[in-house]
T-cell receptor, first 115, second 113 residues
Framework: SAVISQKPSRDICQRGTSLTIQCQVD?????MFWYRQQPGQSLTLIATANQGSEATYESGFVIDKFPISRPNLTFSTLTVSNMSPEDSSIYLC????????????FGSGTQLSVL | AQSVTQLGSHVSVSEGALVLLRCNYS??????LFWYVQYPNQGLQLLLK??????LVKGINGFEAEFKKSETSFHLTKPSAHMSDAAEYFC???????????FGSGTKLNVKP
């Protein structure tokens, strides 16, 4: 299994500012994913972060808005830039299990509110 | 891309009653199917999964799901609900050798005493 620590757990931010979310895994993993969970909607994949290469973004998400770092195999950050109220959501970090890559493990999420 | 539809954003059952949470998917290839559960203030946890083999899969806490290819469904059931089952449940499908997962919009299960 993989234990994921994500912080902050929640934050309230002002419009136009940026927030960086950190994700720490207790073991080395190849692939890390960032999801957004909006009320009443599906978990939506923002991007896949692989160590040593640029993140791969899904349709509708761009690097300027959601820059991602992946400096090593246990850590990643997601920044939500120039925030607006529409960015209010829960942001989730997840990883594939390294013993069986059929299973996703999730952090407890960051609940972001933008005023 | 694949898609997942969960019918019913909220389901309410009495304690001891049958739990049935519906999930339908669209896929042009044999899918890998998952149910995740999210308890309040916690991350998502895998409940059960179907990859190959037996179409009826059993998961934790007495839950099970059956893959029905002809109906493109993967409904989650539990014979007798417990208060501790109150949570949000997400159905997911994977493609591309597990490099991508697509999730349904979730179903919140409420269990009444």
């Amino acid at each position: 299994s993989a234990v994921i620590s994500q912080k902050p757990s929640r934050d309230i931010c002002q419009r136009g500012t940026s927030l960086t979310i950190q994700c720490q895994v207790d073991s080395q993993v190849t692939m890390m994913f960032w999801y957004r969970q909006q009320p009443g909607q599906s978990l939506t994949l923002i991007a896949t972060a692989n160590q040593g290469s640029e993140a791969t973004y899904e349709s509708g998400f761009v690097i300027d808005k959601f820059p991602i770092s992946r400096p090593n195999l246990t850590f990643s950050t997601l920044t939500v830039s120039n925030m607006s109220p529409e960015d209010s959501s829960i942001y989730l970090c997840s990883v594939l299990g390294h013993t069986t890559n059929e299973k996703l493990f999730f952090g407890s999420g960051t609940q972001l509110s933008v005023l | 891309a694949q898609s997942v539809t969960q019918l019913g954003s909220h389901v309410s059952v009495s304690e001891g009653a049958l739990v049935l949470l519906r999930c339908n998917y669209s896929s042009s290839v044999p899918p890998y199917l998952f149910w995740y559960v999210q308890y309040p203030n916690q991350g998502l946890q895998l409940l059960l999964k179907y990859t190959t083999g037996a179409t009826l899969v059993k998961g934790i806490n007495g839950f099970e799901a059956e893959f029905k290819k002809s109906e493109t469904s993967f409904h989650l059931t539990k014979p007798s609900a417990h208060m501790s089952d109150a949570a949000e449940y997400f159905c997911a499908v994977s493609e591309d050798n597990f490099n991508k997962f697509y999730f349904g919009s979730g179903t919140k299960l409420n269990v009444k005493p």
